[in-house]
C-alpha cells in the first residue's frame, strides 16, 4: 500500500477480536426459509450437471476462527440495534467477481475425489443466489463487476436473471494479477450509482432502496491495496449500502497470505453490519455460505448474533 491513506484505512478501520467474523458464522433467518438452492448430491462430476444440498453446521459445532496478528483497535460499540426499519425493500446488488488466475486453481475437492476450480463453483453458487433473490423478490436488480488489477464494472443493473446467469456462464477466462486496489471498486461503484435518501426519520421511512456489493476474492497470494480513501468514506457513512465478501482461498500456511487478506477484508467493515465468510477445499460449505447472503440486510441479524439450524418440526413421535 502507498502513501499515508493507505496505511491509515487498515488500523483507522480495525475490529476488535471479539468481532472479527467468525469462519463458521452461520445465520437462521433468510428472506423465505423454504427458497433457498434446491437439494442435490456430493459432488461428484461437473458441477454445471449438479444439484445443491446445503448442510448447515450443528449448533453444537465448535466454531473455530483464522489465527490473525494484533492490529490497532477502535472502540466501537457493536451491541446496538439496527435503528433502520427491518423491512424487505428492493436490494441493488452488485455482484464483484474476481477473474484472478488463482480462481483457475482445483481447490475444492468432493468426497469422491474429484477436483473443482474456485470459478467453476462460484458461477454456479451465484446462478443459484440470482435465481432465488429474484424469486423473493422481482424487483431486486444485479449489477457484474470484474476484478482483476483494479475493478471493471461490466453489465448495469437488471432484474432479469438471465442477463446475469448468461454472463457468468460465459466468464471462463483468468488473468495474472499481482495486485489489487480495492480503492478502484469503492470508486467505480461511487460513480455508478446513486445512494439512496431519506426525507423523514430514518428509523421509520424505509428507503426506497439499498445497495449491497458482493465481493467474492479469490486470491491467497495477492495482498488487497488501499490506495485512497475518499469514496470507501462516502459509501461507508450511508445506512443504506453493504458490503458482504467471500472469501475463497487455499488452507493458510507460510508460503501463502491468507491471514492477513482476511484481516483485510474484515477492517472493511467498520460497522460490523458486513456478512464475511471463506471457504476452502469443502465444496458444501461453499453453497452453505452463499444461501445465507439470500437474507435482506435489513432484515438479518448481525453476523456474530446469528444461529443457523434445521427446525425440528411436529412432536418427535411417529
Not at 465448535?62 to 466501537?76: F, G, P, R, Y
Request: with cysteine; charged share 30%.
Amino acid at each position: 500500500m502507498e502513501g499515508e491513506d493507505a496505511d491509515e484505512v487498515m488500523h483507522m478501520v480495525s475490529l476488535p477480536q471479539e468481532h472479527r467474523k467468525d469462519i463458521k458464522s452461520t445465520i437462521k433467518c433468510s428472506e423465505d426459509k423454504n427458497e433457498i438452492f434446491p437439494n442435490s448430491q456430493e459432488l461428484t462430476q461437473d458441477p454445471n450437471e449438479l444439484e445443491v444440498e446445503i448442510i448447515p453446521p450443528t449448533p453444537t459445532e465448535s466454531n473455530k476462527q483464522m489465527e490473525s496478528k494484533e492490529l490497532n483497535i477502535i472502540d466501537t460499540d457493536y451491541s446496538e440495534e439496527n435503528i433502520l426499519p427491518r423491512v424487505n425493500c428492493t436490494e441493488k446488488i452488485i455482484i464483484c467477481l474476481d477473474l484472478s488466475s488463482e480462481m483457475d486453481k482445483p481447490i475444492f475437492r468432493a468426497r469422491a475425489g474429484d477436483k473443482f476450480s474456485p470459478l467453476q463453483l462460484i458461477k454456479r453458487a451465484l446462478s443459484f443466489f440470482v435465481q432465488s433473490k429474484h424469486k423473493l423478490d422481482r424487483d431486486h436488480q444485479f449489477a457484474l463487476v470484474l476484478l482483476h488489477e483494479t475493478a471493471l464494472w461490466m453489465l448495469d443493473f437488471t432484474n432479469d436473471p438471465k442477463e446475469i446467469t448468461n454472463w457468468l456462464d460465459d466468464l471462463n477466462n483468468t488473468f495474472e494479477c499481482e495486485k489489487f486496489d480495492v480503492s478502484s471498486l469503492y470508486e467505480l461503484i461511487l460513480k455508478k450509482i446513486d445512494l439512496p435518501h431519506v426525507e423523514g426519520d430514518q428509523t421509520i421511512c424505509p428507503p426506497p432502496f439499498t445497495v449491497r456489493a458482493l465481493m467474492i476474492y479469490g486470491r491467497s497470494h495477492c495482498a488487497m491495496e488501499f490506495t485512497k480513501l475518499d469514496d470507501f468514506k462516502i459509501l461507508d457513512s450511508s445506512p443504506y449500502f453493504f458490503l458482504d465478501v467471500f472469501y475463497i482461498h487455499e488452507m493458510p500456511a507460510e508460503d501463502n497470505k491468507c491471514e492477513e487478506i482476511y484481516n483485510s477484508i474484515c477492517d472493511l467493515d467498520t460497522k460490523g453490519q458486513s456478512y464475511i465468510f471463506e471457504a476452502s477445499k469443502n465444496p458444501t460449505k461453499l453453497y452453505d455460505y452463499m444461501a445465507q447472503l439470500l437474507a435482506h440486510p435489513l432484515q438479518r441479524p448481525l453476523q456474530n448474533d446469528s444461529t443457523y439450524r434445521i427446525q425440528q418440526g411436529g412432536t418427535g413421535e411417529d
